[in-house]
């Protein structure tokens, strides 16, 4: 590409070392909005030939120039060069190598600031959309294997110890539950980002008739926004959108934590298949579920993200400001972690099973049914506290009996509680407490089946 000569450039007694265009380029970076920054470039090059600022002949050779340059990066065929600093000024000079003087005329009431907040919005757009599709995949992928396990129980968990019994489709659909929270989060960070910046130059707007409404309806912008000063400055919707990515990081990791443990000996209550899991160059017997271990990881690579991109943005004076060039480095590495670990996620779950025989055989171990029977002494008139204490006594007695709940005889029963009946072991043992939960949500069969049916029908509108 021959030399073409930056415009602010004329301001400057001299060209810029290397040092200081390795320091500022971002082209590096930021090329992978190449797609964007030309579909808004030709929407602003049709606008001035609707406004007259250029020609239609003029307009006809911006826009095929930049279709040529489009598919000659997506073939791998431009060169892209550090001393155009970003995609702008490297799509731009090759413009104008292209077509001659009427490229000259695409930057006409056009800043870098207005510019690159618009690619922006336009790429946070579409990826979201992916992001969401993801989402969307692993939690069909979660309700798969709900509807396997409706019937079949597990121990249920607090402080990781044994709490109550749960169906395992309950367990399973309490993850669709928290990817469904942050599918609404990006769909209200999208609804907030889909406003046009372009037209508000590098500051304070243009002097020329621009038709901001124009390029708005072009590029599918809900609005424009409506103060220049802080439509070339505004990232919220980047921390916001990072934000969203560490949420969904965070779920992940709590789902890795999950299936590491479960994948263990000592819990063995879940097999994922070999294809995803690694050995030990050491010690031959090792199955490790490293890729969850990674997933697990990679949150704080996200985290990382959002405590970069706040503080790209504390205490910026106001108006555009190089800072904000950082944006890109954590939207994008945020947008890329978020993308390969819900693939990871997805495939696991999909290639998962659940050990129900091993499951079933110790299901009765810790008391799960302890809270169930309390609730029956609930049921004959006793108040919850009193219920509460009565079992934790029946509890300890059993442990030094070496008995479960369901083991005690009626008459050591009523010992503790007179009011004791012989209906009373229809509450006791983990399989018929998951039975017997009434109320709406809860983590039994009868609630996983009316919750899968509802998930099946919600995702399968999307």
């Keep these: ?35 964007y920054d030309i579909v808004g470039s030709i ?20 826009r095929d120039g930049l279709i040529q340059i489009s598919e000659e990066i997506a073939a791998g065929r431009f060169v892209f060069e550090k001393k155009y600093e970003d995609i702008h000024m490297a799509i731009e000079a090759a413009l104008i190598e292209k077509i001659g003087e009427a490229g000259k005329k695409l930057h006409t ?30 939690q069909k992928a979660f309700v798969k294997l709900a509807a396997k396990h409706t019937e079949d129980i597990m121990p249920g968990y607090t402080h990781l110890q044994r709490a109550q019994p749960v169906s395992i489709a309950s367990y399973l659909l309490s993850f669709v539950e928290r990817f469904e929270r942050d599918f609404i989060r990006l769909k209200n960070c999208k609804t907030l980002l889909n406003l046009s910046p372009l037209g508000s130059g590098a500051l304070a707007g243009s002097t020329l008739p621009l038709d901001r409404s124009n390029t708005k309806e072009q590029l599918g912008f809900s609005d424009i926004t409506y ?39 000592e819990f063995g209550f879940l097999w994922v298949d070999d294809a995803y899991c690694t050995s030990s160059s050491m010690m031959p017997q090792k199955r490790n579920l490293d890729v ?38 954590h939207i994008f590495a945020a947008a890329d972690t978020i993308e390969a670990s819900l693939d990871m996620a997805c495939a696991i779950i999909s290639h998962s099973r659940f050990e129900t025989r091993e499951i079933s055989a110790g299901l009765d171990e810790g008391f799960l049914d302890a809270t169930a ?33 369901s083991e005690l005889t009626l008459d050591e029963l009523k010992r503790q509680c007179a009011g004791v009946e012989a209906d009373v072991y229809e509450s006791l043992g983990a399989t018929k407490v998951a039975d017997k939960y009434v109320t709406e949500g809860a983590a039994g069969p009868k609630q996983a089946k009316r919750q899968i049916e509802y998930w099946t029908k919600q995702l399968g509108q999307r």
């Design 1 to 35: 590409m021959n030399e073409v000569e930056k415009s602010w450039e004329k301001r400057l007694t001299g060209k810029p070392v290397e040092m200081t265009v390795d320091f500022v380029e971002s082209l590096s970076i930021d090329k992978r909005l190449y797609k």
């Design 43 to 62: 929407a602003h090059a049709q606008m001035l030939a609707e406004k007259k600022l250029i020609t239609k002949d003029e307009f006809k050779q911006i």
């Design 109 to 138: 009431g056009r800043s870098r600031n207005d510019q690159v907040a618009t690619d922006i919005r336009l790429w946070m757009r579409d990826e979201i959309e992916i992001v969401q599709a993801k989402i969307t995949l692993l």
């Design 227 to 265: 103060n220049s000063i802080d439509a070339v400055s505004d990232r919220d919707f980047c921390a916001e959108f990072i934000f969203d990515c560490a949420m969904i990081a965070t779920h992940l990791s709590g789902l890795a934590e999950d299936l590491i443990l479960y994948c263990s000996n």
């Design 292 to 329: 969850a271990e990674l997933i697990r990881g990679k949150t704080g690579s996200v985290y990382g993200s959002l405590m970069a991109m706040l503080t790209v943005l504390k205490a910026q004076p106001s108006g555009y400001n190089r800072d904000l060039q950082e944006d890109k480095v």
């Design 373 to 405: 029977l309390a609730e029956y002494l609930v049921g004959r008139g006793i108040a919850f506290r009193q219920a509460h204490g009565i079992v934790g006594s029946l509890v300890a007695e059993c442990e030094k009996q070496n008995k479960k709940l």
